[in-house]
């Protein structure tokens, strides 16, 4: 599915909505959806993948990174990372504003163009937006034409992810489908699993959307996305599934990205 969100802004919007979440949080607080993970440390991540990610824009490199050594600048007390993290995207927003995103570029994923980066960190940090949201037992929201972009960026990249995913590779069966539909309006997407890997129906939801499917799964966009995201699961009143059971767990028993 083709988008025309402006992902620089939105990376700036999320990570405005992160720190405004973890200003007053306890620095301490447990963050169940990442284990053994503090606020801090949430935090410290979030930042630190946009900090790489700019200096990979930075660079504009043409093959994989040798090293990932960056100048963190980490704050010297917990109350410090609020400001940290807005910093890390004042940072990404100049090189965004600075670079041509649609330069050929080396990236692990299915775009091989600077904007690939920029698509990533958007989705890297809504992601962690909501998990500190849910560890204050907030609600999250996400703007469904937003959830409907990242559930097709999860899907398009994760088959590419075995380098730093490597359940993937698991990810085989004989010609069997899933289906991800969208409940709160238009919006599917059939996965295939092969012999040889999974991917995609390369048609396209239009063309592939009468083709029964092996399972499916049925929710909101923004549910969809936080339940590939490992965030929900799918056994939870959010869904409609049916179909092969057995298909299904093993998906989700290796698709964490």
Do not use: K
């Not at 907030?138 to 703007?143: C, G, K, M, T, V």
């Amino acid at each position: 599915m083709t988008t025309t969100l402006d992902h620089p802004a939105r990376v700036a919007a999320e990570t405005a909505r992160f720190v405004t979440v973890v200003r007053t949080a306890d620095p301490s607080t447990p963050v169940p959806t990442c284990p053994g993970w503090t606020m801090t440390d949430l935090v410290r991540h979030a930042g630190s993948v946009q900090r790489w990610f700019t200096v990979l824009l930075r660079q504009r490199i043409q093959e994989p990174p040798r090293s990932r050594e960056v100048d963190l600048r980490l704050p010297e007390r917990p109350d410090g990372y609020p400001d940290w993290l807005a910093e890390a995207a004042a940072q990404a927003g100049a090189e965004f504003a600075a670079a041509d995103l649609d330069a050929p570029m080396w990236a692990w994923g299915a775009d091989q163009h600077a904007r690939f980066w920029v698509r990533r960190m958007l989705f890297e940090t809504l992601v962690h937006r909501v998990d500190a949201e849910l560890a204050l037992g907030l609600r999250p929201e996400i703007d469904p034409v937003l959830a409907v972009d990242g559930v097709s960026e999860f899907l398009v990249n994760l088959p590419f992810a075995a380098v730093f995913a490597p359940d993937t590779a698991l990810l085989r069966a004989a010609d069997r489908s899933i289906r991800f539909t969208r409940t709160d309006g238009d919006g599917e997407w059939l996965v295939r699993l092969r012999p040889d890997g999974f991917g995609l129906d390369p048609r396209g939801a239009d063309a592939s959307a009468d083709v029964p499917a092996d399972a499916t799964v049925r929710g909101t966009a923004a549910d969809l996305l936080l339940l590939l995201y490992g965030r929900l699961d799918r056994a939870a009143d959010h869904f409609e599934v049916e179909g092969d059971e057995d298909l299904l767990a093993h998906w989700f028993a290796n698709s964490a990205f």
